[in-house]
């Protein structure tokens, strides 16, 4: 098993929509994740932490569960500039290098 | 600059060449890690600098492969014989200390083209 897995979509939805998916990890000893974004022909850059059981900012909600080894990004009233790959990556030890997930497409449509 | 720092922005070269891809952490900034990205693909880890430890080279796919980094600063990822398969983009991230839950910085990446 992968030690992330995301659906890679794409995710189509229309503007104003309410939009998540998730991100599996094989790692149970994994304690916090970080989700990245990533723009068409860009370079990824830091969207959210996720530590405990979750966290929102602003119109992003992400959580974490455990028991099934899942982290989730929901995003309401979706805008055209959420257009973007979603990147899932568990939070490393020290001295380790991170792990990113494969990403999920998400695309915004006016 | 404030940023991660990557040149050049693009290489075009002809298979069998040799080409070096330059990275400029962000000052202060311990660990510096290189990914690639092939188009439509995911990040693939290549090689992890923290400190003065050994790098994690893993990553690397062949021994064609190899990356240094002077002063704890620059790094240079050096691809020796380019083959086509090597065509990607390069992409450079720094952090301040390396895992432990920090941000990594992305520099914008060198998209290489192997003919």
């Known amino acids: 098993r992968k030690e992330v897995e995301q659906d890679p979509g794409p995710f189509n939805v229309p503007e104003g929509a309410t939009v998540a998916f998730n991100c599996t990890y094989s790692?149970?000893?994994?304690?916090?994740f970080f989700w990245y974004r990533q723009d068409c022909r860009k370079e990824p850059k830091l969207l959210m932490s996720?530590?405990?059981s979750g966290n929102e900012d602003g119109r992003f909600t992400a959580q974490l569960n455990r028991a099934s080894q899942y982290i989730s990004l929901l995003i309401r009233d979706s805008k055209l500039s959420d257009s973007a790959t979603y990147l899932c990556?568990?939070?490393?030890?020290?001295?380790?290098?991170?792990?990113f997930g494969p990403g999920t497409r998400l695309s915004v449509l006016p | 600059g404030a940023g991660v720092s990557q040149s050049p922005s693009n290489k075009v070269t002809e298979k069998g060449k040799d080409v070096e891809l330059r990275c400029d952490p962000i000052?202060?900034?311990?660990?510096l890690y290189w990914y690639r990205q092939s188009l439509g693909q995911g990040l693939e880890f290549l090689i992890y600098f923290q400190g003065n430890s050994a790098p994690d080279k893993s990553g690397l796919p062949s021994d064609r492969f190899s990356a240094e980094r002077t002063g704890g600063s620059v790094s240079t990822l050096t691809i020796q014989r380019t083959q086509q398969e090597d065509s990607a983009v390069y992409l450079c991230?720094?952090?301040?200390?390396?895992?432990?839950?920090?941000?990594?910085?992305f520099g914008s990446g060198t998209q290489l083209s192997v003919l």
């Open positions: 996720v530590y405990s």
């Open positions: 000052s202060g900034h311990t660990a």
């Open positions: 991230a720094s952090s301040l200390y390396g895992g432990g839950g920090e941000k990594l910085f």
């Open positions: 790692n149970s000893a994994s304690q916090s």
């Open positions: 990556v568990p939070r490393p030890n020290y001295g380790q290098n991170f792990v």
